[in-house]
T-cell receptor, first 114, second 112 residues
């Protein structure tokens, strides 16, 4: 059972455009929602993260929007660049007895065309 | 560079064999997590250690075991290897808050 559902599976965006990746979850005990960026042959790199008491967080060109009532969150990449081409993973951190472990979405492969 | 190191980078072995993957966390981090990444299962949590003690267990097979040593480095032992164990194995570490997890470069395991 996939605890965090991510869409789309792949995304092609033109340089300068906005990339949007969406995630949904069911477990209301999740208490921390990070996004990771992974390049081929590398480990996932923490990009930006949000807690459920905040509706939006922005860091440079990257913004997380969080809708607690809908149990959805999304990553927006403004002014997308070819160097942003990578696989993006959303995740949610378990609470209670599963505190610490991250549940990952299946990933979105982003391609930014120059 | 996340500060988390993993060795070896690549490992090729035969079915039925046993291997050990090593991880050194970022300086000062007490928690170590192991994840498996495969095409069919995605990124899956295996196990977490905190300051030498097992803290949480995920989808880890009984053939797999891990430990964290007093110097905080961790080892993941995989035994009786099967073709399906071929995957990328990542180690991550975090501080006491457990929020930000920083991943190492991974070990690519190929079982032939």
């Amino acid at each position: 059972q996939q605890q965090v559902k991510q869409s789309p599976q792949s995304l092609i965006v033109q340089k300068g455009g906005i990339s949007i990746i969406n995630c949904a979850y069911e477990n209301t005990a999740f208490d921390y929602f990070p996004w990771y960026q992974q390049f081929p042959g590398k480990g996932p790199a923490l990009l930006i993260a949000i807690r459920p008491d905040v509706s939006e967080k922005k860091e440079g060109r990257f913004t997380i929007s969080f809708n607690k009532s809908a149990k959805q969150f999304s990553l927006h990449i403004m002014d997308s660049q070819p160097g942003d081409s990578a696989t993006y993973f959303c995740a949610a951190r378990g609470g209670g007895s599963t505190l610490g472990r991250l549940y990952f979405g299946r990933g979105t492969q982003l391609t930014v065309w120059p | 560079d996340s500060g988390v190191t993993q060795t070896p980078k690549h490992l090729i072995t035969a079915t039925g064999q046993r291997v050990t993957l090593r991880c050194s966390p970022r300086s000062g981090d007490l928690s170590v997590y192991w994840y498996q990444q495969s095409l069919d299962q995605g990124l899956q949590f295996l196990i977490q250690y905190y300051n030498g003690e097992e803290r949480a267990k995920g989808n880890i097979l009984e053939r797999f075991s891990a430990q964290q040593f007093p110097d905080l480095h961790s080892e993941l032992n995989l035994s009786s290897l099967e073709l399906g164990d071929s995957a990328l194995y990542f180690c991550a570490s975090s501080g006491t808050s457990g929020s930000e997890q920083y991943f190492g470069p991974g070990t690519r395991l190929t079982v032939t």
